[in-house]
């Protein structure tokens, strides 16, 4: 992140936001130093790092672009930013890349996918040393994705609503378990749990009656 100094703030955030062309609410910082001299306070300074969402876009261009031309891989990139729906008042960064290849990137069942999505995100984290919410996808097979599991547990929460039975679906990673916890959350009569280690992680979507949704429906961390 950068360093900048001023004499007050309000003055440093002021003069970031004119810079980057934003509003000051749209800032996030930390105070590094702040200095007072004087009987009336002269010659005061406070030093903050700060970042706008424009460094983040800024260094996710750059630390893609650098990781596909290492690969020889010629890849365009598209960076949505948009607010979290998860969490209040934070941003989330959508990246959708379009390659020459794009299967070598989706990798077998998406597993390249979400390596790249995970390295990416631990570096922005570690860069600007907060947690912001980073997504990768390619030309849109993430999306897709989504919308079949989704209609997959759609039809079996159904089917477990009407029989009482409960129903395993198969392993899948757990972005995908993420969303079917999510999109479950508020069906009637159903909840959903985790179950299995590593590769055999898997989904069990319950008969769970007149239950309490926050405690009968369990979320996964990405």
């Known amino acids: ?20 062309d934003c509003r000051v609410e749209d800032i996030s910082y930390n105070v590094l130093e702040e200095e007072k ?10 030093t903050i790092e700060a970042f706008t969402s424009k460094d983040v876009k800024e260094f996710i261009f750059d ?3 650098a990781y596909f031309t290492e690969l020889n891989q ?3 990139i598209e960076i949505i930013v948009e607010k979290d729906k998860e969490r209040e008042n934070e941003l989330l960064y959508r990246v959708i890349l ?27 984290n570690a860069t600007f040393k907060k947690r912001i919410n980073v997504v990768v ?10 919308r079949k599991v989704k209609a997959i547990a759609r039809k079996e929460a159904i089917n477990v609503a009407k029989s009482h039975v409960d129903c395993e679906l198969d392993p899948m990673p ?14 009637k009569d159903v909840s959903t749990v985790s179950i299995g ?11 769970t009656p007149d239950k309490d949704k926050e405690e009968s429906t369990e979320e996964e961390a990405e």
């Open 1 to 20: 992140m950068k360093q900048y100094t001023g004499r007050t703030l309000e003055e440093v955030l002021n003069s970031i936001a004119a810079e980057q």
């Open 37 to 46: 001299g004087g009987i009336f306070g002269l010659h005061k300074s406070v």
């Open 74 to 76: 010629g890849v365009s």
């Open 98 to 124: 379009d390659a020459e290849n794009n299967a070598i990137i989706i990798g077998k069942g998406g597993q390249t996918l979400r390596a790249i999505s995970t390295v990416l995100r631990a570096a922005v």
């Open 137 to 146: 996808d390619v030309n849109h097979y993430r999306e897709d994705r989504y």
């Open 174 to 187: 757990n972005d995908e378990r993420k969303v079917i916890h999510q999109y479950l959350a508020d069906f």
């Open 63 to 65: 630390y893609l672009g």
């Open 197 to 207: 280690e590593g590769a055999k992680r898997h989904l069990v979507i319950k008969y």
